[in-house]
Structures are given as structure tokens and as C-alpha cells.
């Protein structure tokens, strides 16, 4: 089992830059890709980014792509999302993700384990 928690939502103008933090307990992320998804109101939850730990190969949805960057602290099991150039329609709850990889699976979707979630607000 695994238990995630998320961090580092807020408030802030378009242009600005945040960074989220996904921790894990219960087992650390070796041998796991973690994911950020994202859901904005009467929206459905899209995907965002992911990491599969043991190898490091990274995704990123096009929306994304450039601006946001996935990265991990092994040493804190956890995983971060640095945004940049955030935009209005990047306003969602942001969510972390774990499963365990199955090479050749979509890195974008099934996901096991999931957080509660951040609010992020981009203001114009």
C-alpha cells in the first residue's frame, strides 16, 4: 500500500511559477511510475506528467510540454512538478498518481494509488 500526499497548491498571477511536491509513505517509488493528473471544474481529469523511477524515462502531456518539469528526491521519496509560465487554464485540483511499472503500458493512465489533491489558481 501505498499513501501519497500532495503539496505546494496556491494562488498566483499567470506568468508565475509554483512547485508541488507528491511524498509517498508505506514503500518508497523504486520500481514505480508516479504521475501528476489534473482536474479544472466540469472538466475531466487529464494527465500531466510522469516519472518511472527505475530508468527515469519522463512524459509530458503537449499542454504542458516546456513549461512544467517532473523531477524526484530519492533521499525524500518524493516526487515534484515545477510549473513555469503558468496560465490560467492551468487552474485545476492536481493530483498525484502511483502504480507499479509494467513496461509497455501507458504511463498516462491506471493508476493504483492516488492522493487528495491540490488546488493550483492561476489568475489573470
Known amino acids: 500500500q501505498v499513501q501519497l500526499v500532495e503539496s505546494g497548491g496556491g494562488l498566483v498571477q499567470a506568468g508565475g511559477s509554483l512547485r508541488l511536491s507528491c511524498a509517498a509513505s508505506?514503500?518508497?517509488?523504486?520500481?514505480?511510475?508516479v504521475g501528476w493528473f489534473r482536474q479544472a471544474p466540469g472538466k475531466e481529469r487529464e494527465f500531466v506528467a510522469a516519472?518511472?523511477?527505475?530508468?527515469?524515462?519522463?512524459y509530458y502531456s503537449d499542454s504542458v510540454k516546456g513549461r512544467f518539469t517532473i523531477s524526484r528526491d530519492n533521499a525524500k521519496n518524493t516526487v515534484y512538478l515545477q510549473m513555469n509560465s503558468l496560465k490560467p487554464e492551468d487552474t485545476a485540483v492536481y493530483y498525484c498518481?502511483?502504480?507499479?511499472?509494467?513496461?509497455?503500458?501507458?504511463?498516462?493512465?491506471?493508476?493504483?494509488?492516488w492522493g487528495q489533491g491540490t488546488q493550483v489558481t492561476v489568475s489573470s
Open positions: 498518481a502511483a502504480k507499479p511499472t509494467v513496461w509497455g503500458t501507458d504511463p498516462r493512465s491506471d493508476y493504483d494509488y
Open positions: 508505506g514503500r518508497t517509488f523504486s520500481g514505480y511510475t
Open positions: 516519472f518511472r523511477w527505475s530508468g527515469g524515462t519522463i
